[in-house]
């Protein structure tokens, strides 16, 4: 199959390894992908303030990028969701119905990474060992834009070495919401601090979620708090292997150090 991974802007200028762990983990799983150099942004940002037009250059952008992949893959629930979520609207409204029947055409052949995982490569045990304590926060994209449903849960269980812990109140919102937290700044502080206590509360020394986006925005707080919970892609998490051995600089679980 001939895939791509399309890594976001993002990742690409404030997470890099995420995008270098999901190359890792597609090419272990006999993945041949590709990195469309040519790839930007996903027009998410410009979506959600009222820029359109600019959108609509952006979706043809994305489509002339991937038009010839069988399968587009993206670590980001966030922007894996805007092919589907807006791409055919914006068009729509400029008038342009090529590239309409362009993006529906393609919209089947973009999948979030934990979906592409679990629904097309039938993998849910990815050989990963990570000997940690973890808990994930479910993004509001993953649970409604770019539905993952249970598929990142089943993913982490299967890590070999986890001691996975359930995040309380978990499908409650981190207060990122992109532009949100600049417009909204003291409404996203207080729902940011209850999201940090949750993750507190759990004893975890990890807090993974499907989106850096959200991830930077609670992992801020937890730092301003004095709270040592380091922040992962969940991607970084299925890269590691029995080779790499424990997380530099993470206390092991319970369960290894019974071992």
Not at 25 to 37: A, I, K, N, Y
């Amino acid at each position: 199959m001939n895939v791509a991974l399309f890594v976001t802007c993002l990742n690409d200028a404030l997470f890099p390894r995420s995008g270098q762990a999901a190359v890792t983990l597609l090419r272990r799983l006999g993945v041949d992908v590709d990195f469309p150099s040519a790839q930007s942004c996903c027009g998410q940002m410009h979506w959600n303030t009222g820029y359109r037009s600019e959108t609509v250059r952006l979706a043809r952008h994305f489509v002339d990028v991937f038009a010839d992949y069988e399968a587009i893959v993206i670590p980001s629930a966030s922007c894996g969701g805007m092919p589907a979520e807006a791409y055919a609207t914006a068009a729509e409204a400029a008038g342009d119905m090529g590239l309409v029947r362009a993006v529906r055409e393609l919209v089947p052949r973009v999948h979030e990474l934990t979906t592409y995982l679990t629904d097309v490569l039938g993998a849910e045990d990815v050989g990963a060992y990570f000997p940690h304590r973890v808990t994930y926060h479910p993004t509001c994209h993953s649970l409604r834009a770019a539905p993952v449903g249970q598929r990142p849960y089943r993913l982490l269980r299967a890590v070999a070495g986890i001691d996975f812990a359930e995040l309380p109140a978990q499908q409650e919102c981190c207060g990122f919401g992109g532009t949100f937290s600049v417009k909204n700044a003291a409404v996203s502080g207080a729902m940011c601090a209850d999201k940090a206590r949750h993750v507190v509360e759990t004893g975890a020394s990890v807090l993974a979620a499907v989106d850096n986006s959200c991830l930077m925005n609670i992992g801020g707080r937890l730092d301003r708090d004095g709270h040592p919970v380091r922040t992962m892609h969940l991607v970084e998490i299925l890269a590691r292997t029995w080779e790499d051995g424990p997380m530099p600089g993470l206390p092991l679980a319970a369960s290894a150090v019974a071992r």
